[in-house]
């Protein structure tokens, strides 16, 4: 079956611009986590959703991030007033249940503020 | 969050060469995952291990929970394997990542 799919896959921008990312989950699949990778590390927990609601959002770096998931299927992430420091790819994933469940990653969204 | 590292950073091998990687990691986990990041940048799902052996093809997982650590095996290496090898471990959600392994497989 399908993947999850993250839309765009690059993403160009100036700083102070706002910008859009989403995720589209695995069918079926009740939790969805955003995570954030920058260049030769590991990726970083952002957020975590299980259904409508955002159960932990503790990893957004500031105010200036949100992230929405109106349906309980697909995830918007949110920036505000783009910084340089934003550039990094962003990753969706998403897994059956929450507290045991196999995480199966996205593509990510390149993300670049010039 | 729980604290994971990954040994080596780096490891060169000759195609054919078998090889081992390692993940400590620091409190009583309940998922334990192996991906392998492709050139692209792809997350590729390997094993999802939070204790036990499991064996896929050529490459093999183990997970000694009560000791903290997991090890990665290659098996007859091939230049496809190269990329970069991410340990990642949760006790609740919120995965947390090594900084990776990096292959290179030599033909």
């Known amino acids: 079956g399908a993947g999850v799919s993250q839309t765009p896959s690059n993403k160009v921008t100036e700083k102070g611009k706002y910008v859009e990312l989403r995720c589209d989950p695995i069918?079926?699949?009740?939790?969805l986590y955003w995570y954030r990778q920058s260049l030769g590390q590991g990726p970083e927990f952002l957020i975590y959703?299980?259904?409508?609601?955002?159960?932990?959002d503790s990893g957004l770096p500031n105010d200036r991030f949100f992230a929405v998931r109106p349906e309980g299927s697909v995830s918007t992430l949110k920036i505000q007033r783009t910084e340089r420091g934003d550039s990094a790819v962003y990753l969706c994933?998403?897994?059956?249940?929450?507290?045991?469940?196999?995480?199966?990653f996205g593509p990510g969204t390149r993300l670049t503020v010039l | 969050g729980i604290q994971v590292e990954q040994s080596p950073p780096d490891l060169i091998l000759q195609e054919g060469a078998n090889s081992t990687l390692r993940c400590n990691f620091s409190?009583?986990?309940?998922?334990l995952q192996w991906f392998h990041q492709n050139p692209w940048g792809q997350l590729i799902n390997l094993f999802y291990?939070?204790?036990g052996t499991k064996q896929n093809g050529r490459l093999s997982a183990t997970t000694v929970a009560t000791e903290r650590y997991s090890l990665l095996y290659i098996s007859s290496s091939q230049t496809t394997d190269s990329g970069v090898y991410f340990c990642a471990a949760a006790n609740d959600y919120k995965l947390s990542f090594g900084a990776g392994t990096t292959v290179t497989v030599r033909a």
């Open positions: 959703f299980q259904g409508t609601g955002a159960a932990d």
């Open positions: 291990i939070p204790s």
């Open positions: 994933a998403s897994s059956l249940s929450d507290r045991r469940g196999e995480q199966f």
């Open positions: 069918s079926g699949h009740t939790a």
């Open positions: 409190d009583s986990v309940n998922n």
